[in-house]
């Protein structure tokens, strides 16, 4: 029988309380709340700021009228030329190879020994070719090892050589620029 007299007790320390069964009041308060706050902002949306901001689309568009009013046809259209002009422009100076940076490359990269007859220059390529002619062998190949190495150039060959009577050599080069070094002038 002490079993009997123990179980009050343990009952009493680990069951709280009973539980109820019913319906959560507060959650669906709660929800409730949340529900009708949404349904009031959807609608506050829905009527009211959707009319007031038809009301000032409707108001620009009235202003836009006005403008294009006072201003002639005949001027639009000018001004509508005179922009595709200004855009082209732009296009056409962007895409512009400054071929004026070959010149200060030439003079700055070319020996004392050797002189250019001939040049030509296809902005298509970015490739300059170059007939000259050197003191002599020694000088064209210092020559062209200078024009290998400098960083404006993406090669730098040499096509064809031709020896003189007077000991000099005529030879013929082909160079490829850098596309991002005719760009911009660089001098």
Not at 87 to 112: C, I, Q, R, Y
Not at 114 to 139: E, H, I, R
Not at 180 to 187: D, E, G, N
């Amino acid at each position: 029988m002490p079993d009997q007299q123990n179980q009050p007790v343990f009952r009493e320390q680990f069951v709280a309380e009973p539980v109820s069964v019913g319906f959560p009041w507060r959650l669906f308060v709660f929800s409730l709340v949340l529900f009708l706050l949404s349904v009031l902002i959807y609608f506050g949306l829905k009527f009211g700021y959707e009319s007031y901001l038809q009301k000032q689309s409707d108001g620009l568009d009235t202003q836009l009228a006005q403008l294009s009013n006072q201003i002639s046809q005949q001027d639009q259209q000018q001004f509508v030329g005179f922009y595709s002009q200004l855009v082209n422009l732009k296009t056409v100076l962007g895409s512009h190879a400054f071929t004026g940076n070959v010149f200060p490359f030439l003079e700055k990269d070319t020996l004392p020994q050797v002189y250019y007859t001939d040049a030509k220059f296809s902005a298509s390529g970015d490739v300059l070719s170059l007939t000259g002619q050197a003191a002599s062998l020694q000088v064209l190949a210092e020559q062209t090892a200078e024009f290998e190495q400098a960083s404006e150039l993406q090669s730098a060959t040499l096509l064809a050589t031709s020896f003189n009577p007077g000991g000099t050599v005529n030879f013929s080069l082909q160079l490829v620029f850098n596309p991002s070094y005719l760009v911009t002038p660089q001098y």
